[in-house]
């Protein structure tokens, strides 16, 4: 049970990376193109940053340090 825990965590620990990394990096995310896009509901892309980003990262390494 331990070693399917440690794993989800290292993967999710590693998407959480992928997606924090990819958001700032200008020619995988147009934020200047999703602000024309999204208007004043451009906010709402920082909320699904957060939660696919560091948040993931975080739950990944919560499980990682618990169940090592």
Same mark, same amino acid.
């Given at each position: ?8 965590? /290292?993967?999710? &620990?590693? /998407? ?5 990394? &990819? ?14 896009? /999204? ?21 990944? &390494? ?7």
């Amino acid at each position: 049970m331990h070693t399917i825990l440690a794993g989800t965590g /290292l993967v999710l &620990a590693i /998407l959480g990376l992928f997606v924090s990394v &990819a958001f700032w990096i200008p020619r995988l995310c147009n934020r200047t193109r999703l602000k024309e896009m /999204l208007g004043s509901r451009y906010p709402v892309v920082y909320a699904v940053y957060i939660a696919n980003g560091p948040l993931l990262l975080l739950l990944g &390494a919560i499980l990682l340090i618990t169940f090592r």
